[in-house]
């Protein structure tokens, strides 16, 4: 009896002692499940965001959804898509459903403000219409190029109501009974002061959140000069130059320079046709000959890439980029005084030749 006493005293210890060592194994093994967990969460809400920055999204926008007849009112078509898209809007004439079309305006591949890896195009409408009711703007499809590859994208129809001028008028053949008197309670006067203390202490914070504001997107900002030598950059590492694709190098090219000549010298080439925008640089007051012979040429060159089916080895086309960065170098240089470095004849002839 007195053995088996000692006995159960000993398994009843060695349980004791053993009992926090499974818990122990198990404390870790916990704590592995809920560090895969965590990391499982971050691989997958990281990879969503960058897989939705590179696709193409579009929104239109109306500035107003209840008009008179023949009121006009503006509709835009805005595509976000990543740098090195190319989007075509469709052909819209002088009429779009029920709507007559008094203006239309588009602005291709701008840089956007949130990111620099995307670009904004924008198709501007000022539509107007004579017929009253219930309308809708059609649905509209627009074809994004990128990589070779093309995507539709389509927008829903917006409608907009068109009312008439005689629409929402008092009748004057009813007249409303005259109310008899009533006795208004005069209000005792209240101080208001601390009204005024509290927009002048509003009006203080939000002067200087404006200042703040300012002074942040003023260390942002970029020249047209600097915008266009980063693309050059990149359109220099991009896929396009790694195959030697003449056409779609030589569209980002012009696209680029286009753009470059609108910011600094607010000449309009990306709603201009080839012919009215040489015209323009050659008639161009800050333009030498001598310089705006050279525009001319690089761009007269990548018409026949894109449009006669020309051939450039990639050794041309790198040429061809720099002497665009010579152009671009020197003609910032005639819209903010510098002095120039030598004449325009020590920039040598495009390589598109």
């Not at 592995?32 to 590179?54: E, H, P």
């Not at 009121?71 to 805005?78: C, H, R, V």
Request: aromatic share 6%; net charge negative.
């Amino acid at each position: 009896m007195k053995i088996f006493h000692l006995r159960s005293q000993r398994v009843r210890r060695r349980s004791i002692h053993q009992q926090p060592d499974a818990d122990c194994k198990a404390t870790p093994e916990l704590l592995r499940i809920l560090l895969q967990g965590f990391a499982w969460l971050f691989i997958t809400f990281t990879g969503a965001a960058n897989a939705d920055s590179t696709v193409p999204t579009v929104q239109v926008n109306t500035s107003s959804t209840t008009v008179q007849v023949a009121e006009p009112f503006t509709f835009e078509i805005n595509v976000t898509a990543p740098a090195g898209t190319t989007v075509y809007f469709p052909s819209i004439g002088e009429l779009l459903g029920k709507f007559d079309v008094v203006d239309q305006q588009v602005r291709a591949d701008v840089p956007s403000a949130s990111d620099v890896n995307q670009r904004l195009w924008t198709q501007h409408l000022t539509l107007e219409s004579i017929v009253t009711g219930e309308l809708d703007i059609p649905s509209l499809e627009m074809q994004v190029r990128r990589d070779n590859k093309i995507q539709t994208l389509k927008t829903d129809a917006v409608p907009v109501r068109v009312t008439s001028v005689l629409e929402d008028r008092a009748d004057p053949t009813k007249f409303r009974d005259i109310a008899s008197v009533v006795d208004i309670a005069v209000p005792e006067p209240v101080s208001r002061a601390w009204i005024w203390w509290t927009l002048g202490g509003c009006g203080g914070i939000g002067t200087a959140a404006l200042m703040l504001a300012a002074m942040s997107k003023r260390k942002t900002w970029m020249t047209p000069k600097v915008w266009a030598l980063h693309e050059l950059k990149q359109l220099r590492h991009s896929e396009a130059m790694r195959s030697a694709d003449s056409q779609l190098v030589t569209e980002i090219l012009t696209s680029v320079l286009r753009d470059y000549l609108e910011l600094q010298f607010e000449i309009a080439g990306p709603l201009q046709t080839t012919q009215e925008f040489l015209h323009e640089i050659e008639t161009h007051r800050q333009f030498s000959a001598e310089l705006a012979e050279k525009f001319m040429t690089l761009f007269e060159n990548a018409d026949l890439v894109r449009f006669a089916g020309l051939k450039l080895s990639a050794a041309e086309l790198n040429a061809a980029i720099d002497d665009t960065e010579r152009l671009i170098e020197l003609s910032a240089k005639l819209n903010t005084g510098q002095p120039l470095s030598g004449p325009p004849d020590n920039l040598r002839s495009s390589s598109c030749d």
